[in-house]
């Protein structure tokens, strides 16, 4: 074509045909590139998508080698066996097709840049649950599809498996962790819409155990034998049933970090890698905070001592107290103590509960509660944290 020479106008018919050429052209590079050997009759262009007379057909199947490992592909036609091919390629995040001139990405691939480029300003602990989320669902379930290959059956299908063995929470931390990556490749024009936002989509689940205060009796048989601990036992039980404070925020406090009037929390200890110790920033913005030391709490720590240095929690490896717990040791030490005072079926967490329900019923007003707990909203504290213990109950039902 010459310059300056108008673009070429194509009827249906040429265009038709030249498709047709380009996909037989394709095919015949996908079969040389699997080298259809071995006894099968390598197959030319025209012979592609006609099934073999016998009835039924043969099925056919080929071993192909991707990346070092060794592959079957399979098809009753040459053209089923591209196919295939093709998708396996695809599953393996080795392909792309395109859409407007675009790349479609597989939802792995585009959901860690998304997560790479507007998520990395979040809180440690936000992040570590973020990739639990990510590692524990949605890669494995979903992180080999192509982008537009996920439709809203497909979403509802992952729902209803999901809701056999979860809550109707967990689930939708799940959508809430997809979803806005599938915003953001509709407006990058990858998709035309994002699944998880159909109308049509309905989360089911297991209802939701929030954690529970525990009761009297037992947690003041607990805070009794505190002083008679060891070290890094009375320590730890100390900072759980006196501050409100987060495990991992416990993990991370330091002597330094104590003034014999206040504790400053400002790091916490996460473990990401399931038992390696990491120090992180708190949670979130509000989750750098002071408590004001408590009578118990300040008699079980002592009086600002400039010589003590250190995590109040240390691991057993380092002497200096420079290293805080690992996983193992942490998650030990917990049910160590939890065992001995009949604890059973309580976690960490609901220490932090408890304190929060302790205050209540000591009349602290719920804003306070919300600012010892480093939280932004009062709505949180009063609907997940401050609980009705039985025997207050009890108390009430005596006065009716």
């Not at 016998?54 to 053209?79: A, C, M, S």
């Not at 065992?339 to 719920?366: I, V």
Request: glycine share 4%.
């Amino acid at each position: 074509m010459s310059e300056g020479m108008n673009n070429p106008v194509f009827t249906q018919e040429q265009v038709e045909l030249i498709a047709k050429e380009a996909a037989k052209a394709a095919t015949d590079s996908l079969l040389q590139r699997m080298h259809l050997d071995s006894g099968i009759e390598q197959a030319s262009s025209d012979t592609l998508g006609k099934e073999f007379s016998r009835v039924p057909p043969k099925r056919i199947q080929v071993k192909v080698n991707i990346e070092g490992q060794d592959r079957w592909i399979h098809g009753f036609t040459y053209l089923e066996v591209c196919e295939d091919y093709v998708r396996l390629l695809e599953r393996e995040g080795l392909i792309q097709w395109m859409s407007h001139g675009k790349p479609i990405p597989i939802l792995e691939v585009y959901l860690k840049k998304f997560v790479e480029t507007f998520k990395n300003g979040q809180a440690a602990l936000t992040v570590e649950n973020r990739d639990r989320i990510m590692k524990k669902h949605i890669i494995p379930k979903m992180g080999k599809r192509r982008l537009d290959e996920i439709t809203t059956t497909d979403v509802q299908e992952w729902y209803n498996e999901l809701a056999k063995k979860y809550s109707k929470e967990t689930i939708m931390k799940i959508r809430n962790t997809i979803s806005p990556a599938m915003d953001a490749a509709t407006e990058e024009g990858l998709i035309s819409r994002n699944p998880f936002r159909s109308i049509k989509l309905e989360i089911g689940g297991k209802d939701t155990v929030h954690h529970r205060a525990i009761p009297k009796a037992k947690i003041d048989a607990l805070k009794k034998a505190i002083p008679d601990m060891k070290d890094q036992e009375r320590y730890m039980f100390a900072l759980l049933c006196y501050t409100g404070v987060r495990f991992e925020e416990a993990l991370g406090f330091r002597w330094e970090d104590y003034d014999g009037k206040w504790l400053t929390i400002e790091r916490a200890v996460v473990h990401p890698t399931r038992n390696y110790p990491e120090i992180k920033t708190p949670k979130t913005v509000t989750s750098a905070r002071k408590i004001p030391c408590s009578a118990e709490l300040k008699e079980l720590l002592g009086e600002k001592d400039e010589k003590k240095h250190g995590f109040l929690v240390w691991s057993a490896k380092d002497s200096t107290h420079e290293t805080p717990m690992s996983y193992t040791e942490a998650r030990n030490t917990f049910r160590r103590v939890r065992d001995r005072f009949q604890l059973d079926g309580y976690s960490a967490h609901d220490f932090r509960d408890t304190c929060a329900t302790e205050w209540r019923e000591n009349g602290m007003p719920l804003d306070m509660i919300a600012r010892l707990l480093g939280h932004a909203k009062t709505e949180t504290t009063e609907r997940r944290y401050v609980k009705y213990r039985e025997e207050s109950l009890n108390s009430v039902r005596q006065m009716m």
